[in-house]
């Protein structure tokens, strides 16, 4: 067997500054009826909020100084990330922070010079990756053809997260024989090309987007895209990671506000070890969960991932999921027959464990990948 060789992790200055005016910013932008005033909004966050967070310099954390950010890595996206997972705060934050880092690391030099300092001020793009809802799947059915200065896409993607609010799209496409990404404005599409889907998690906004007879430049395309692309799934599977941690804190939280407040028999239900022990289950695999994506933080860099960062974002995503899915199936449980009802916050929880687990990937498409990884 062998093992990974960088077990390292660190909670930087900067990620605990971040951290403490994320969770203040959060739970106060966030509270119960914010969330539920946005589930049947058409865009599904409050765009007051995403610009009281780009003021804030967040959009920029991870974006070269050269082009207005702050150069901190993607790490230091994570606390925030994470913080808004447990409060439940929804924007297209990771859509954008993804986007972001693929023009950081894929992108041309004019390309960057374009998009970059425009996505700190709040421009948002989004990856459109999905053929099918495999998230394991090695290859594209989109394709784009024709001569350099006029080439054509066709093809749909599904499920592209916040569709109806990005300004540009990432497309995975193939272009003679190999996989690339094109930068697609929104203003290219027809007018129909957009069907927003109603999702599981109603707090989160994805649609299919049809893509056939959009025309772009050679100049679209980035030079780096489709060998960027494996890192670009790392890092969406970390982010997820991130927030669902958040979340699976969340649930925990609902649960014991819940254990210590209501009453059976004239005791508090929390008094009872069938109550106590899954609690405890749920802390300790949420602060496992914690223990992987801040390690992973640690490690993810600006160039290439390595091995040891695979092996770290992986494993954050898989324990994640598992925590949150737990979390909230044990929130419902314990709030009986209320848990399942839209009252309850419990079902706001066991709907974004759902979501989580098929987002870049399950906890079995990455242990799975991971197995060749750890073992000879």
């Given at each position: 067997?062998?093992?990974?060789?960088?077990?390292?992790?660190?909670?930087?200055?900067e990620?605990?500054?971040i951290l403490?005016?994320?969770q203040?910013?959060?739970?106060?932008?966030?509270d119960?009826?914010?969330?539920r005033?946005?589930?049947?909004?058409?865009?599904?966050?409050?765009?007051?909020?995403?610009?009281?967070m780009?003021?804030?310099?967040?959009?920029?954390?991870?974006?070269?100084?050269?082009?207005?950010?702050?150069?901190?890595?993607?790490?230091?996206?994570?606390?925030?990330?994470?913080?808004?997972?447990?409060?439940?705060?929804?924007?297209?934050?990771i859509?954008?922070t993804?986007?972001?880092?693929?023009?950081?690391?894929?992108?041309?030099?004019?390309?960057?010079t374009?998009?970059?300092?425009?996505?700190?001020?709040?421009?948002?793009g989004?990856?459109?990756?999905?053929?099918?809802?495999?998230?394991?799947?090695?290859?594209?059915?989109c394709?784009?053809?024709?001569?350099d200065d006029?080439?054509?896409?066709?093809?749909?993607?599904?499920?592209?997260?916040?569709?109806?609010?990005?300004?540009?799209?990432?497309?995975?496409?193939q272009?003679?024989?190999?996989?690339?990404l094109?930068?697609?404005?929104?203003?290219?599409?027809?007018?129909?090309?957009?069907?927003?889907?109603?999702?599981?998690?109603?707090?989160?906004?994805?649609?299919?987007?049809?893509f056939?007879?959009?025309?772009?430049?050679?100049d679209?395309?980035?030079?780096?895209?489709?060998?960027?692309?494996?890192?670009?799934?790392?890092?969406?599977?970390?982010?997820?990671?991130s927030?669902?941690?958040?979340?699976?804190?969340?649930?925990?939280?609902?649960?014991?506000?819940?254990?210590?407040?209501?009453?059976?028999?004239?005791?508090?239900?929390?008094?009872?070890?069938s109550?106590?022990?899954?609690?405890?289950?749920?802390?300790?695999?949420?602060?496992?969960?914690?223990?992987?994506?801040y390690?992973?933080?640690?490690?993810?860099?600006?160039?290439?991932?390595?091995?040891?960062?695979?092996?770290?974002?992986?494993?954050?995503?898989?324990q994640?999921?598992?925590?949150?899915?737990f979390a909230?199936?044990?929130?419902?449980?314990?709030?009986?027959?209320?848990?399942?009802?839209?009252d309850?916050?419990?079902?706001?929880?066991?709907?974004?464990?759902?979501?989580?687990?098929?987002q870049?990937?399950d906890?079995?498409?990455?242990?799975?990948?991971?197995?060749?990884?750890?073992?000879?």
């Open positions: 067997m062998t093992r990974s060789a960088n077990l390292s992790m660190a909670f930087s200055d990620q605990a500054m403490d005016s994320a203040a910013f959060c739970r106060d932008k966030s119960g009826d914010a969330v005033s946005l589930l049947k909004s058409e865009t599904g966050f409050n765009q007051d909020v995403w610009d009281e780009v003021a804030l310099g967040w959009t920029g954390l991870s974006i070269p100084e050269q082009f207005g950010g702050f150069a901190m890595g993607i790490g230091a996206t994570v606390p925030l990330v994470e913080s808004m997972g447990r409060h439940m705060l929804c924007t297209p934050y859509s954008a993804i986007a972001a880092q693929a023009i950081v690391r894929g992108g041309s030099e004019s390309q960057q374009k998009w970059l300092p425009a996505m700190v001020q709040g421009t948002i989004t990856l459109a990756l999905l053929d099918n809802e495999d998230w394991g799947a090695t290859s594209t059915s394709v784009l053809t024709g001569k006029q080439l054509e896409l066709k093809g749909k993607k599904l499920l592209v997260h916040d569709a109806s609010v990005s300004d540009f799209f990432l497309v995975l496409a272009h003679d024989g190999a996989e690339v094109v930068i697609v404005e929104s203003s290219q599409l027809a007018s129909n090309a957009i069907a927003c889907k109603t999702l599981v998690d109603e707090t989160k906004r994805a649609a299919n987007v049809d056939t007879g959009v025309t772009i430049q050679s679209a395309i980035l030079p780096s895209g489709g060998a960027a692309l494996a890192d670009l799934r790392l890092i969406g599977a970390l982010l997820i990671a927030e669902a941690t958040g979340s699976a804190a969340g649930a925990l939280d609902t649960v014991v506000d819940y254990l210590t407040t209501r009453k059976q028999f004239d005791r508090l239900i929390g008094s009872y070890q109550l106590k022990h899954p609690t405890v289950e749920m802390l300790i695999q949420m602060d496992s969960a914690r223990t992987f994506i390690h992973a933080a640690t490690l993810i860099g600006d160039g290439e991932l390595d091995k040891d960062t695979e092996i770290a974002c992986r494993m954050a995503k898989a994640a999921a598992d925590a949150l899915s909230g199936d044990r929130a419902v449980q314990f709030h009986g027959g209320m848990g399942f009802t839209y309850c916050d419990a079902m706001l929880y066991i709907r974004r464990a759902q979501w989580t687990q098929q870049y990937g906890p079995q498409h990455h242990r799975k990948l991971l197995a060749p990884l750890l073992l000879d």
